[in-house]
Structures are given as structure tokens and as C-alpha cells.
């Protein structure tokens, strides 16, 4: 199974990383790629299902599940379409935060494996850019 793994070190603390990266209705925010997001409705429980709509494409909706482990600092989001998997997590640093992902591409998407490290690698930045933007 194709994959990658990426990170990137921000000024904000994890609690303000944490609050863009766990609701499914943020990620329109720093996520390149996606245009909006359909929630659905609430579990009550660790996993929130939404709908994502792909940037250009508003007619396509794309069922995701999301995984939040707060104690562990870990979201994991996946495609219920394609199947691919992102697994962030979050490392407390001294002065900040490390946000790393890991992206499993099944066998099938594997000829995406390039644009999609390309758009996590500016979803990378945006995020740390926006979490540090919440911490000042």
C-alpha cells in the first residue's frame, strides 16, 4: 500500500492545533482541497462522520469518518470513497507544537500518491499558519 508521512513544527500550542484538526467543519480552513463540509449527525462518541466536497467539484460528496483520540492527540480521517487514511498527531514541543500525518493510498489511488503529498504538504503549513494565528 502506497504511503507517506510529513510534518511540520508551529508557535501554537497543541490546544489550539487541536481545535482546527478535530472539527470536520474547520478543515475548509487549511485542508487544500476541500471547498465545504456537510456534518453529520453527532455520535456522541470519538467518531463523527461528515461529508467532505472536493475544491471544484460542489456536486460530489465524499462520505469521511473521523477518529479523535485526544489522549493521544491523534485524528484520523478516513475516506469512506477512496479509502484513503490520514493519520495526524500532535507532539507537544517546548515552545510549540510538531504536526506530523501519515497517508495510506490503497493499491487502486495509487497513481495520486503525488498530488496528494503536494496538497498535505501545503495543508501542513496552513494548518501550523492558522493554529499560530489562533495563539497570538
Known amino acids: 500500500m502506497p504511503s ?11 490546544e489550539d492545533v487541536w481545535k482546527l484538526l ?3 467543519q474547520r478543515l475548509p480552513e487549511w485542508w487544500v482541497g476541500i471547498e465545504s463540509v456537510e456534518p453529520a449527525a453527532p455520535s456522541g462518541g470519538p467518531d463523527r462522520d ?3 466536497y472536493p475544491t471544484g467539484y460542489p456536486g ?15 485524528v484520523v ?5 477512496s479509502d484513503l487514511e490520514f493519520s495526524w498527531s500532535l507532539v507537544p ?3 510549540g507544537t510538531r504536526i506530523a500525518v501519515e497517508v ?6 495509487a497513481a495520486r500518491l503525488d498530488a496528494q503529498r503536494a ?18
Not at 507517506?4 to 497543541?14: K, N
Open 104 to 109: 495510506m493510498i490503497p493499491e487502486n489511488e
Open 4 to 14: 507517506f508521512s510529513d510534518e511540520i513544527e508551529t508557535v501554537a500550542q497543541p
Open 60 to 74: 460530489f460528496p465524499m462520505p469521511q469518518r473521523m477518529h479523535t483520540d485526544e489522549t493521544d492527540h491523534r
Open 77 to 81: 480521517v478516513s475516506c469512506q470513497v
Open 93 to 95: 514541543l517546548t515552545n
Open 50 to 52: 461528515y461529508t467532505m
Open 22 to 24: 478535530y472539527d470536520p
Open 119 to 136: 496538497g498535505i504538504t501545503r495543508s501542513l503549513q496552513r494548518l501550523a499558519d492558522a493554529a499560530a494565528q489562533t495563539s497570538n
